[in-house]
């Protein structure tokens, strides 16, 4: 059985930090793209950011892109999201995605949902003004 588990998430001040992880289990991880998604209330949930099975390869939204860094640790099946200058428009709660398939990833790639085939509960980010 999957499971991913995502952690780290609280409220902060516009202008922090923010570091998420998330852990998976039941799958041999390395074989796989991971990816961030985020939803904030009364909206559909969004691309946050993808990253390769080696870790390579980043893909971002261009909302996050120069704020957020994705990255893993595969010896130790993590994957973060460090999040900095947060924006009150960051506010969400953040899910964590393994890819349906280890086909290639470049640039451009795994930014839709139907790329991924296990998800975690989510870990709400509250960002104050």
């Known amino acids: 059985q999957v499971q991913l588990v995502e952690t780290g998430g609280r409220l902060v001040q516009a202008g922090g930090s923010l570091r998420l992880p998330c852990t998976a289990s039941g799958r041999t991880f390395s074989n796989y793209a991971m990816g961030w998604f985020r939803q904030a209330p009364g909206k559909e949930r969004e691309f946050v950011a993808a990253?390769?099975?080696?870790?390579?390869?980043?893909n971002y939204a261009e909302s996050v892109k120069g704020r957020f860094t994705i990255s893993r640790d595969n010896a130790k099946n993590t994957l973060y999201l460090q999040m900095n200058s947060l924006k009150p428009e960051d506010t969400a709660v953040y899910y964590c995605?393994?890819?349906?398939?280890?086909?290639?990833?470049?640039?451009?790639?795994?930014?839709?949902?139907?790329?991924?085939?296990?998800w975690g509960q989510g870990t709400q980010v509250t960002v104050s003004s």
């Open positions: 990253i390769s099975w080696s870790g390579g390869i980043t």
């Open positions: 995605a393994t890819s349906r398939d280890s086909r290639a990833f470049s640039s451009g790639t795994y930014q839709d949902e139907r790329d991924y085939k296990y």
